[in-house]
């Protein structure tokens, strides 16, 4: 290795040169001693620890070269002073200061063993400094890893509870809907209800007066037989023949199997212009007859059975059972409904099944939901029609096209000439401008600082808006200025 700074072999004898060379030794080795120095001080800049140490090795072993010189140097010395006693002083003195640059050489090696002891320290505690710094670091990225982890958890945990809302939203949409077709079914219920009640109301004023009488009076709700049919009174009447005429009679029962009063045939004998069946004389004699010691012909006997049999399928009241007469005097005679008049609900004389009354909640029920889903779709689509700013200066635009707007002008703004400021609404109307207001944002102003009045420009766009004062020249207005417009 090159030494940086090399020392000068001493030669005998001791003369003014080698004195000069032992001196420029120990200069050369202070000059080493304050590198090393310096070398030691650029530690803490961030220069390597290795690099320090070798360094302090290099500069160790160049002293104990010095010391190995310095003692060369001192044998000379003596060996000079030997034969050079004219010199002794000069040789004594000059011994001294070897034997003080060895001294100094010792110490300084012991100083730099000292020094490189403490470095190898500073470094072990470097060492547990990078140790401890990566053990941070390790530490530093567990935490960032858990904290990206808990981030994960908390995205999910809000997803999970945006789901868990939006399903609550849906279950409350639905428990709506539920509680809307229970009101409606109610309703319904409730109309039934109502109906049937009306129709008890009719059922308890109806009053069966038997046969028509021409001379009787009859009251509405009093029901007579004539012709084989029945009528129902719908006002006070007298001395007026029952007929379906809408007016003083409408039509309760038709008599006979066909509903026009008068039967089909009765053993093959069609009924006369009356309506009556003429029977022969002779088997209403064997059928009518007491004794006991005539028997029943054939032709008689089968005009028996087929007595019996219509009269057993007639369905026109042969008896002319009255309603009273089976306790049935409020019950109308009405028919069931069928499924298509369930669900019309525009039928009144017909009777309602369990079974139709399901059908008939059923079908509406439907229209009904189909009914509210188009009032939602329709109130949706209005909703998105009401466009607004409900800002400082904002506005409200209607679903008819009907804007309104509101703005203030903030005071410290200059007026013209005349007295006059110009501005602009948030939006412009596309149509036409229909109005505007203006006045002071104070009470407290003076007849010069009056807002007296405000208008549209109509030379320029439907925004632009004009507020006038009482201020005479171009003056700064002290107060603010509210502005009220409507328009299209």
């Known amino acids: 290795m090159v030494e940086k700074y090399p020392l000068h072999d001493i030669d005998s004898p001791l003369d003014r040169e080698e004195r000069l060379k032992v001196l420029e030794n120990w200069h050369r080795i202070t000059r080493y001693f304050n590198a090393v120095q310096g070398q030691i001080k650029i530690l803490a800049g961030g220069e390597e620890i290795d690099e320090v140490l070798a360094r302090i090795e290099e500069a160790i072993t160049n002293a104990e070269n010095a010391t190995s010189d310095a003692t ?55 060492n547990g400094i990078v140790q401890a710094e ?22 999910t945990r809000r997803e999970n509870e945006a789901a868990r809302v939006l399903k609550e939203q849906a279950r409350e949409t ?4 539920r509680a809307t077709a229970e009101s409606a079914r109610e309703a319904a219920e409730q109309t039934r209800q109502q109906k049937l009640a009306e129709l008890l109301v009719v059922l308890d004023q109806l009053d069966f007066k038997g046969e028509y009488n021409p001379a009787g009076i009859y009251l509405p709700f009093n029901v007579v037989r004539f012709g ?26 038709a008599g006979g199997i066909d509903g026009s009063g008068a039967v089909s045939t009765v053993n093959g004998i069609e009924p006369d212009e009356l309506g009556n069946v003429q029977l022969i004389i002779d088997y209403i004699n064997n059928l009518t007859s007491d004794r006991t010691d005539a028997g029943l012909s054939a032709a008689a006997g089968k005009v028996l059975k087929t007595l019996i049999d219509n009269h057993i399928g007639a369905g026109d009241n042969p008896h002319q059972v009255t309603a009273e007469q089976l306790a049935l005097g409020n019950v109308q005679n009405f028919g069931v409904a069928t499924q298509a008049e369930a669900e019309a609900g525009a039928t009144n004389d017909k009777y309602m099944t369990p079974q139709r009354a399901k059908q008939s909640f059923d079908k509406n029920i439907t229209t009904f939901s189909d009914s509210l889903e188009q009032v939602k779709t329709d ?103 509210m502005i009220f417009a409507l328009g299209v």
């Open 72 to 126: 060369t140097a001192t044998g000379k010395i003596n060996s000079a002073l030997a034969q050079l006693d004219i010199l002794i002083s000069n040789t004594n003195a000059s011994a001294q200061r070897a034997e003080t640059a060895a001294d100094d050489a010792d110490q300084m090696n012991q100083i730099l063993n000292n020094l490189k002891t403490e470095l190898l320290a500073l470094q072990t505690n470097l």
């Open 134 to 155: 990566s053990q941070r670091v390790t530490n530093e990225g567990q935490r960032v890893s858990a904290e990206a982890e808990r981030r994960t958890e908390e995205i």
């Open 174 to 177: 639905a428990e709506q809907n």
């Open 228 to 253: 084989r049919a029945s009528y129902v009174a719908l006002q006070e009447v007298s001395g007026v023949q029952p007929s379906d005429d809408g007016v003083n009679w409408r039509l309760l029962a």
């Open 379 to 481: 109130l949706t689509t209005h909703l998105d029609e009401f466009v607004q700013n409900l800002s400082g200066n904002g506005y409200q635009k209607l679903p008819n096209g009907l804007i309104l707007q509101w703005l203030t002008i903030p005071a410290g703004f200059t007026t013209n000439a005349g007295g006059a400021y110009t501005t602009f609404l948030p939006v412009s109307f596309t149509q036409q401008s229909l109005v505007v207001f203006a006045q002071s944002n104070s009470i407290n102003y003076t007849s010069e600082e009056r807002v007296i009045g405000a208008s549209f420009n109509p030379t320029t766009p439907l925004s632009t808006i004009g507020i006038y004062t009482n201020n005479e020249g171009a003056k700064v207005y002290p107060h603010d200025v």
